[in-house]
């Protein structure tokens, strides 16, 4: 009876709804995007109600085209953008103002005021982050000191506090449900990730009263149920958006790694069940399991500008038209004749994390072409996951085993394959392109029995081998620690 599982991926830009069948294949899918507030320079929000109606628009459309009934529907599961903060009242369900959006930067004072007062350290040995105004609970303090009344409304307990998976699931629940999971609470810099706990010494750091937070749960569990056009279905998944991510990609012991090469790339290693601290900048974050699994853990890194650099060459250079022309011109060369991308075009992440760098390009002669410029700008983006490869490898106690890849930009095979050389490692591309919401669809299937285990050797995949001599290696990474060398800040550029 029950022959498909539905997942709701509620990213930055976009509500998606996709329907899974037993075999996890995609049956149907409906995106619908939703606007983009910007107030102010540097500012970011989404009414959480163009969320939810987004949401709900594109889960009727997908099950309406898809000619499923929703009766045959074992469960929902969700995933989304991470860290974004959503205030609403617990009786209307009216959100106080606007949801900030994890790449709002309003808070970055709040976040320099308590590194200043030396907060640093304890918060990153509590929560695996660093003080950044990504997370949430800057967002949650700024509307509680900023919007009418909400401070003395929290603490009468009217106000409840969600990311936006928290958020759906109480608008699907009428208001029923309260929760979070594991891997979303810890992007909020309230949670322990090392007792598992809501922590209250942070929430006392941040002024924020606790009967604010949802109670947070397993990412694969029955939360509560909803009604979906007229059936009932369990509400039975949630996980962040690259935690699900990691999942779908199979990614369940420890070493394996997956990378999503997108707009930027983000790179996620399971680390098994102890948290492993960085020394190398680093993002320590919890993995997606199940009710009755111990908890896992992984290191997080990402790169800023990834699939970007080519949609640079499109539209700035104009050097293509399309991003995927990237391969073809890349291949009329038989290398990148010496040249060096480093498009640190907002600054370097990690290792460096240096936020003045600036984007360079070394290594031009008289012969140098567009061709061999695209060619570097490709490898550039397999160079910048190669220095995260390298700074997790430090980090870990055990080697990385596979390597598994999706997002837009892992298209392209010239890259693919570059990636295996350089970091000299297996890189496995699965047919399944959609990894995130499969890994909600994952999650969800399994908290009821409809999914039983991952099969993933099952899970047919291109690979890509490394190829190149130990000794060639060497010799190109580095020429690219030469060139992120020469586009580091330096003191006198301070001048
Ligand atoms: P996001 O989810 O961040 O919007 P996507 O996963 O849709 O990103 O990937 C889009 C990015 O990948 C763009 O930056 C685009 O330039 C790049 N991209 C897409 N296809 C290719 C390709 N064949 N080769 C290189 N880059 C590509």
Same mark, same amino acid.
């Given at each position: 009876?029950?022959?498909?599982?539905?997942?709701?991926?509620?990213?930055?830009?976009?509500?998606?709804?996709?329907?899974?069948?037993?075999?996890?294949?995609?049956?149907?899918?409906?995106?619908?995007?939703?606007?983009?507030?910007?107030?102010?320079?540097?500012?970011?929000?989404?009414?959480?109600?163009?969320?939810?109606?987004?949401?709900?628009?594109?889960?009727?459309?997908?099950?309406?085209?898809?000619?499923?009934?929703?009766?045959?529907?074992?469960?929902?599961?969700?995933?989304?953008?991470?860290?974004?903060?959503?205030?609403?009242?617990?009786?209307?369900?009216?959100?106080?103002?606007?949801?900030?959006?994890?790449?709002?930067?309003?808070?970055?004072?709040?976040?320099?005021?308590?590194?200043?007062?030396?907060?640093?350290?304890?918060?990153?040995?509590?929560?695996?982050?660093?003080?950044?105004?990504?997370?949430?609970?800057?967002?949650?303090?700024?509307?509680?000191?900023?919007?009418?009344?909400?401070?003395?409304?929290?603490?009468?307990?009217?106000?409840?506090?969600?990311?936006?998976?928290?958020?759906?699931?109480?608008?699907?629940?009428?208001?029923?449900?309260?929760?979070?999971?594991?891997?979303?609470?810890?992007?909020?810099?309230?949670?322990?990730?090392?007792?598992?706990?809501?922590?209250?010494?942070?929430?006392?750091?941040?002024?924020?009263?606790?009967?604010?937070?949802?109670?947070?749960?397993?990412?694969?569990?029955?939360?509560?149920?909803?009604?979906?056009?007229?059936?009932?279905?369990?509400?039975?998944?949630?996980?962040?958006?690259?935690?699900?991510?990691?999942?779908?990609?199979?990614?369940?012991?420890?070493?394996?790694?997956?990378?999503?090469?997108?707009?930027?790339?983000?790179?996620?290693?399971?680390?098994?069940?102890?948290?492993?601290?960085?020394?190398?900048?680093?993002?320590?974050?919890?993995?997606?399991? #199940?009710?009755?699994?111990?908890?896992?853990? %992984? =290191? @997080?890194?990402?790169?800023?500008?990834?699939?970007? &650099? *080519? /949609?640079?060459?499109?539209?700035?250079?104009?050097?293509?038209?399309?991003?995927?022309?990237?391969?073809?011109?890349?291949?009329?060369?038989?290398?990148?004749?010496?040249?060096?991308?480093?498009?640190?075009?907002?600054?370097?992440?990690?290792?460096?994390?240096?936020?003045?760098?600036?984007?360079?390009?070394?290594?031009?002669?008289?012969?140098? #072409?567009?061709?061999?410029?695209?060619?570097? %700008? =490709? @490898?550039?983006?397999?160079?910048?996951?190669?220095? &995260? *490869? /390298?700074?997790?490898?430090?980090?870990?106690?055990?080697?990385?085993?596979?390597?598994?890849?999706?997002?837009?930009?892992?298209?392209?095979?010239?890259?693919?394959?570059?990636?295996?050389?350089?970091?000299?490692?297996?890189?496995?591309?699965?047919?399944?392109?959609?990894?995130?919401?499969?890994?909600?669809?994952?999650?969800?299937?399994?908290?009821?029995?409809?999914?039983?285990?991952?099969?993933?050797?099952?899970?047919?995949?291109?690979?890509?081998?490394?190829?190149?001599?130990?000794?060639?290696?060497?010799?190109?990474?580095?020429?690219?620690?030469?060139?992120?060398?020469?586009?580091?800040?330096?003191?006198?550029?301070?001048?």
């Amino acid at each position: 009876m029950k022959q498909y599982i539905l997942a709701l991926d509620e990213g930055t830009t976009s509500a998606r709804s996709i329907l899974f069948d037993r075999e996890c294949r995609v049956v149907s899918m409906a995106q619908h995007e939703f606007p983009q507030i910007y107030p102010r320079p540097g500012w970011v929000e989404h009414d959480p109600m163009d969320i939810y109606a987004n949401q709900y628009a594109s889960m009727t459309e997908c099950i309406a085209k898809s000619g499923v009934s929703p009766a045959e529907i074992a469960g929902v599961g969700v995933t989304n953008q991470r860290e974004t903060a959503v205030v609403w009242d617990k009786t209307t369900g009216k959100p106080v103002c606007n949801a900030i959006v994890w790449q709002c930067r309003r808070t970055a004072e709040i976040c320099e005021q308590l590194a200043r007062e030396g907060c640093g350290d304890m918060i990153a040995e509590k929560t695996g982050l660093r003080l950044d105004a990504y997370f949430s609970a800057g967002k949650i303090k700024w509307i509680l000191d900023h919007v009418d009344g909400a401070r003395a409304r929290a603490e009468r307990g009217e106000l409840l506090f969600g990311t936006v998976d928290t958020w759906l699931l109480w608008k699907l629940t009428d208001g029923r449900v309260h929760v979070t999971d594991r891997t979303n609470a810890c992007r909020t810099m309230l949670y322990n990730i090392n007792t598992c706990r809501w922590d209250e010494e942070l929430c006392r750091l941040f002024d924020i009263p606790m009967s604010m937070l949802p109670e947070v749960r397993s990412s694969s569990e029955i939360y509560g149920e909803m009604n979906l056009m007229g059936a009932r279905v369990p509400l039975c998944g949630i996980a962040g958006d690259q935690q699900a991510a990691l999942y779908g990609q199979g990614c369940l012991n420890e070493g394996d790694m997956k990378i999503t090469y997108g707009t930027g790339c983000f790179l996620l290693a399971n680390t098994g069940h102890k948290p492993v601290f960085s020394r190398h900048g680093l993002l320590t974050t919890v993995a997606a399991t #199940g009710r009755d699994m111990p908890v896992q853990y %992984a =290191l @997080e890194g990402s790169v800023f500008v990834g699939g970007a &650099v *080519i /949609q640079w060459l499109r539209d700035e250079l104009r050097f293509i038209k399309d991003s995927a022309d990237s391969e073809y011109f890349a291949r009329k060369v038989k290398d990148s004749g010496g040249v060096y991308i480093v498009p640190a075009f907002a600054g370097l992440g990690a290792p460096h994390w240096d936020m003045r760098a600036r984007g360079v390009i070394t290594g031009l002669t008289r012969g140098v #072409g567009a061709e061999h410029i695209i060619r570097a %700008a =490709l @490898e550039s983006i397999a160079y910048q996951s190669e220095d &995260v *490869i /390298q700074a997790m490898r430090s980090d870990m106690h055990s080697e990385i085993g596979s390597l598994k890849v999706d997002g837009g930009a892992s298209a392209n095979n010239l890259l693919m394959q570059f990636q295996a050389d350089i970091s000299n490692l297996q890189v496995l591309r699965p047919a399944q392109k959609e990894a995130t919401a499969a890994g909600a669809a994952l999650l969800a299937g399994q908290a009821v029995g409809f999914y039983r285990s991952l099969s993933q050797d099952d899970t047919p995949c291109t690979v890509f081998k490394p190829m190149l001599a130990a000794g060639e290696r060497e010799r190109l990474l580095k020429g690219w620690r030469r060139a992120v060398q020469s586009c580091l800040s330096s003191e006198e550029s301070d001048i």
